[in-house]
C-alpha cells in the first residue's frame, strides 16, 4: 500500500488549498478513505472520511462547512478541498486507508499565516 499526499503550502487566513493523494496497492474503489491532521505538540485527529463510492463523508466539527472530501475512482485519488483557512488548521496532513492494518502517507504540510 502506498500513499502520496501533495497539495500543501502557505496560506493566508480565509485563502483555499486542494491537497490530493493518490493511492496504490490495493483496491482503491474498494475502501472508505480519511485524511487527518496533526499539529505539534497534538494527537492526530481524524479531520473527513468518505465511503467508498464518495456518496456519503463525515466531518470534524471544526472543519465543517469549510473542507469538502471527495474521490476519483477512476484515479485512485482522494481530494481534501479546503477553504477558509484558519490559522488553527495548520497542521501536517495525511491522508489513510483501513486494509488490514491503518496505512498512512508521508504527510503534506499546511500553515496557514499572514
Known amino acids: 500500500v502506498q500513499l502520496v499526499e501533495s497539495g500543501g503550502g502557505l496560506v493566508q487566513p480565509g485563502g483555499s488549498l486542494r491537497l490530493s493523494c493518490v493511492a496504490s496497492g490495493f483496491t482503491f474503489s474498494s475502501y472508505p478513505m480519511s485524511w487527518y491532521r496533526q499539529a505539534p505538540g497534538k494527537e492526530r485527529d481524524l479531520v473527513a472520511r468518505i465511503n467508498s463510492s464518495g456518496a456519503s463523508s463525515y466531518y470534524a466539527d471544526s472543519v465543517k462547512g469549510r473542507f469538502t472530501v471527495s474521490r476519483d475512482n477512476a484515479k485512485n485519488t482522494v481530494y481534501l478541498q479546503m477553504s477558509s483557512l484558519k490559522p488553527e488548521d495548520t497542521a501536517v496532513y495525511y491522508c489513510?486507508?483501513?486494509?488490514?492494518?491503518?496505512?498512512w502517507g508521508q504527510g503534506t504540510q499546511v500553515t496557514v499565516s499572514s
Open positions: 489513510s486507508v483501513y486494509y488490514s492494518n491503518r496505512y
